[in-house]
């Protein structure tokens, strides 16, 4: 059963990608005046294929997060959307029209940053930087089709990823996360308890 719902995960996630983020992106050139005057929907509209990935990366990890609702879902898939609150802070801005021209990119959108982070958390708890991982990398690729990898602050970035490339990568994260996390955190917590339950 659980077998079957990751694999329908699997088909979402690649299908939500390649069809929202050309939508996206058309709507960013549209010609529809309304949409051109209305930049906070093109963030909200962003934000939200951020958000949704998070919560389905998650779900192809721990399948059962979804019929439970366990918090490590909605830590992820809201996690991926809060990373986007570092361009208001690049900005100095709350008005959304003034972060689109912001000069830099934010520092939550470093991932070398993050990836320093998720090596400092693995001896101390792996479980989290395992759910470190599902809240910035997916977002970080997304974000790659159009601008790069931004690897260290200030500037130096990669170039843009094609995006077969990322559809690919998107689905093949949650997946080796799943491995890992069966394997080391979900054994760990066995060996503890006795049980096959994951950590919290």
């Known amino acids: 059963m659980l077998?079957?719902?990751v694999i329908l995960l699997i088909t979402?996630?690649?299908q939500f990608h390649c069809v929202c983020t050309p939508f996206i992106s058309y709507l960013q050139v549209t010609h529809i005046p309304r949409v051109r005057a209305c930049p906070e929907f093109l963030a909200l509209t962003d934000s939200f294929v951020h958000a949704t990935i998070g919560f389905l990366s998650w779900a192809i990890v721990d399948p059962a997060s979804i019929f439970q609702l366990k918090p490590q879902l909605f830590v992820v898939?809201?996690?991926?959307?809060?990373?986007?609150?570092?361009h208001f802070l690049a900005a100095r801005s709350l008005r959304v029209a003034e972060v689109l021209k912001a000069p830099y990119r934010g520092v939550f959108h470093c991932s070398g940053l993050f990836i320093l982070f998720t090596l400092c958390l693995v001896p101390v708890n792996l479980n989290y930087a395992l759910i470190?991982?599902?809240v910035s990398l997916p977002h970080h690729l997304r974000d790659s089709?159009?601008?790069?990898l931004y690897l260290y602050f200030p500037y130096v970035h990669t170039k843009p990823l094609?995006?077969?490339?990322?559809?690919?990568?998107?689905?093949f994260i949650p997946w080796l996360i799943m491995?890992?996390?069966t394997k080391y955190v979900g054994n760990a917590l066995t060996t503890k308890t006795g049980s096959s339950a994951f950590v919290v």
């Open 179 to 181: 491995l890992i996390r």
């Open 145 to 148: 089709t159009r601008r790069g």
């Open 77 to 86: 898939g809201l996690g991926s959307a809060f990373i986007d609150i570092d």
């Open 3 to 5: 077998g079957c719902v």
């Open 12 to 14: 979402i996630v690649v």
């Open 162 to 171: 094609p995006k077969f490339l990322v559809q690919c990568l998107l689905v």
């Open 132 to 134: 470190l991982i599902l």
